[in-house]
């Protein structure tokens, strides 16, 4: 080794021993004849110093020359330092330097190695490998890997079997947003990358390996959002002859463990809603519970008293938040405004004041007495202080835009803690979600979902209204990952296809494997994947999954640090048998 | 859960419980009055018992249906074997049913579902799903999940940092054998899918990480041979401020490790030998120690001596092959045909008996009389029962040619116990080789090795001398890995990449991010890739690193259980602004 000891691990107990040490400078300063130079490693930094008096005048030339980021192995005697810093491990020593040797210089960096750096992002994404020298870059990489390792820890504990499914698959029409590959040993044909291990793993309980894991690249070539990226990380889980408790319970004692040993954090136990409730209270499937603030239905007693809005809504529904009576004229007409915002969309909010004085002001005091509106607060459960917002219109658009509402309340009132976490089963799931664009049912989880047998006779008569046996863990009002019990029998899975609109050729083509494979002894199963980029980026408290990728791509799916995607030779083309068509 | 206990749970202890277990249909036996089913799950083979007296007639009658590979849940009380089976670990108790219920029948499945079986290759191959459920196979991928979790473990606890590496990488005109991704977010621009995450681990070393490792999915588009997979995996590693010695010790420890833990076998040290003492003592650079017979020089003693063949050669080479003396002239003309194959291609063979009387009776008497024998047979070590084989010719050639016969006369004399483990590090390798058809050098490793310092003056006067930091770790005649110190400064990789015919332009264009990277401050760094499928082929005793991917291709690179690759719709060419085009 170039080294002794690491740039982290010299205390005051090394004292007059003799080390060596190799990292980069992070600091170089040069007062009265004496020059200070920390030097930093991933394990933390050391304290090296030059003498004039007793050091060599060669040495303190050499030392004189290093810049920022120099790659440098110094050997030298460990001293107590006389001005100690207890703000680092290592503060109370330095080493005094006797020989100096500069392994590689370094050019000035585009930006500060620090962490609060001067680099905007594309900068930083461009030298991607000098952003992660950073300390607050790396750990969040660190943070993964304890992740990883935690995570097969308890897998492997509870007989997981970790197994790597292939990259190279099939693609299916349906999978309209898969990337593909062509085969140069098979001229015109085509493999497809993953957006999920799917098939693979349910053909791993048929064949009997009972609990199967594996965290794993998917891929998915669509339109990229901030926080969507080309090839992403699943922990995906599958287990044999169990019902939806079976893995609702593993799970979750996968989620405790998780946060026990990465965080220190031990978890309570993990709420449970149906799908109905968490839209009809929070209006969406992914509630955020760190603060309360449910939705409160007011149909009953806000119509028919002559407000036409309210009148003629399917849904007039609100939210009470507390405390917040003394938002100002001012502050109400900018949560209007933002309200009426495109990306919101509603038509305008009513609101009304719990004052301190028992009164209430709203602004629809107009069409409503005092004693309707105290009997919305008793509705709301509003105390003198609160604030009731309301919003009205058709049931599905008001809930999505009271939603909003809601996490900009508990954003705005500092209710939305980085440092706590409330997890959450979103369970009974619709199996069918209906598409205006394509006038057809979709499958709301994957057509490998089975429906709740009571619910079956309804896929005929009222298919939107059939539920799934799907479930989501939610953590912080973000989906940290979803699964089902599967359909395990050929006739139910060719059942599903049908509703999902398939003929039974396209059904045998894209999924008869799958379909005879239920018929030769298929186990009852199910499953679960969990988003590990995001998982990690909500342990790590952070909005950004691709902080916690060690390589991310742009939200062009560029990776501007090696220039790719690009173009490829016509020999490889011509090679691999395809042309490239720019004629749309 | 729909069980109580797994299939390999119960003991006598568990008698009077009631459990509910539930697997597969093994075997069913009827016999007065009785029924036995064998039922299976990953964990083991439970008997039940149905008793035309004590059960229930319907419930006799469903047992009497069920057939092989029946998914059945059973219900039941543990009671004593009255004849006990000391075969596997339940074989004390049965359970006495009282509940039957067939979760899933079964079709007659394609061939037997036994450790012996009665399918083909390619049968078993498209419906791998139920060749995984024979307990021989699906336990070469327990083998493989212990063996990644044993790799995690040791790679933990010696810091090294797990990151996931990019799939979606770029395409160089270097890598000839690049699987491409077309981009349908960027027209006309590819991806490449990773032969190795070389570049990445290196910059990671760059952005101070200091040691990584990731158990990692590669992929080569090349004609595949049997041991071949277009999408293999790779235990990759990298460490900063290192010499090879540190990375040779550091995955000694994981070799050790691994033998220890999983195979609980204590290895003894690795030994070491230089890439040309490997050629010339046993032909080859890739050794199997399990055996010794070591290549011995007999020009000195051979030529001159009127034998034109041998005179005229560049290299007469021999192995003795200890106690082979009593091979029958039979045996021995086999022996002259086989290396005369065209595959072998040697011209013919001499070979001397050495007696157990004391003479020596070779092929080549008429030139050489007792006392040269016996010259060559103190050259040897031979002794009275031992049989000298010998080739000529040219270097390369018969040390080729004789490290074939020298494997086959180990494998022939039982020498290649697959229960004995030899390990090797190979060292010393040259930096390039040269390619006959291209006319030109290529990097013997790749074009990121170092070569060593003290030969670098050889690059121009005789590349083909340079020896590199390159090292292969060798089990049992298997190369297991590979890897190398790095080059860490621009000036020598600009140097290298001029040495392999890159032009300036090219060189930037392809790999200009890294030797930019080695500009701001990159440590010396090296590292190594384990083949992880052939690693757990070697501990498992197998020649076929097929046996242990849970869904491999065949040797056209198709997966024939999906029917992939396939041809794709002309609208996701459309999309993806791609056309195929057959026409060579």
Not at 79 to 100: C, M, W, Y
Not at 381 to 401: F, N, Y
Request: glycine residues 8%.
């Amino acid at each position: 080794m170039l080294r002794t000891h690491t740039c982290g691990e010299l205390r005051l107990d090394h004292t007059d021993q003799e080390v060596t040490l190799a990292g980069w400078v992070q600091r170089v300063r040069n007062k009265g004849g004496l020059i200070w130079v920390d030097l930093r490693d991933r394990y933390g930094i050391t304290q090296l110093i030059f003498e004039e008096e007793s050091s060599e005048k060669e040495l303190l030339e050499k030392a004189a020359e290093l810049g920022r980021e120099f790659v440098v192995q110094a050997s030298g005697k460990v001293i107590e330092r006389t001005s100690k810093n207890d703000k680092i491990p290592t503060g109370s020593i330095e080493i005094k330097v006797s020989k100096l040797e500069v392994l590689n210089a370094a050019k000035v960096p585009p930006f500060i190695i620090e962490d609060e750096t001067d680099g905007g992002e594309e900068l930083r994404m461009k030298y991607r490998y000098l952003d992660l020298r950073r300390n607050v870059v790396r750990e969040k990489l660190q943070l993964r890997h304890k992740m990883m390792q935690e995570t097969r820890k308890y897998m492997d504990a509870q007989h997981f079997m970790e197994v790597e499914t292939p990259v190279l698959i099939k693609s299916t029409p349906e999978g309209a947003r898969d990337f593909v590959v062509p085969s140069r040993v098979n001229p015109g044909e085509f493999y497809a990358l993953p957006q999920s291990p799917q098939t693979f793993k349910q053909l791993l309980m048929v064949s009997g390996f009972d609990r199967y894991f594996q965290i794993v690249k998917c891929f998915r070539d669509e339109d990229l959002r901030a926080d969507r990226q080309p090839e992403f990380t699943q922990i995906d889980c599958e287990m044999a002859f169990v019902e939806q408790e079976d893995i609702l319970s593993t799970f979750e004692g996968l989620t405790k463990h998780l946060f026990a040993n990465v965080k220190g954090v031990e978890l309570e136990e993990v709420q449970r809603m149906t799908f109905a409730d968490a839209m009809k209270y929070y209006g969406n499937d992914k509630p955020d519970l760190r603060f309360d603030m449910k939705f409160v239905e007011l149909n009953a007693l806000a119509q028919g008293k002559g407000f036409g809005i309210f009148d003629s809504a399917e849904l007039v529904v609100g939210i009470c938040a507390k405390g917040a009576a003394e938002y100002t004229r001012k502050q109400l007409d900018a949560l209007t405004e933002w309200v009426k915002r495109p990306q919101i969309g509603a038509k305008g909010m009513v609101y009304a004041k719990f004052n301190e004085d028992g009164t209430i002001k709203s602004t629809v005091d107009k069409f409503y007495t005092q004693e309707d509106l105290q009997a919305w607060a008793n509705e709301f459960g509003a105390e003198p202080g609160d604030l009731m917002l309301i919003l009205s219109g058709d049931t599905a658009t008001v809930r999505k835009q009271l939603s909003e509402l809601r996490l900009k309340m508990g954003e705005d009132l500092g209710l939305r803690d980085r440092n706590v976490f409330k997890p959450l089963w979103v369970v009974d799931f619709p199996l069918l979600e209906w598409d205006e664009e394509t006038k057809r049912y979709h499958a709301m989880h994957h057509p490998f979902t089975s429906p709740k047998t009571e619910d079956i006779p309804l896929l005929d008569s009222d298919p939107g209204a059939v539920r799934a046996n799907a479930y989501d863990l939610v953590i912080n009002g973000v989906e940290i990952g979803g699964g089902s019990i599967r359909i395990h029998d050929r006739a139910t899975q060719q059942l599903m296809f049908k509703h999902l609109g398939f003929t039974e050729e396209e059904a045998q083509k894209q999924f008869g494997f799958l379909m005879e494979a239920f018929e030769y002894g298929a186990p009852p199963h199910g499953g679960i994947a969990f988003g590990f980029d995001r998982l990690c980026a909500i342990f790590g408290g952070s909005d950004s999954i691709r902080d916690y990728i060690a390589f991310p791509k742009n939200n062009s799916g560029r990776d501007v640090m090696i220039d790719s995607p690009s173009t490829i030779a016509d020999e490889q083309l011509k090679e691999l048998s395809i042309l490239v068509n720019l004629k749309k």
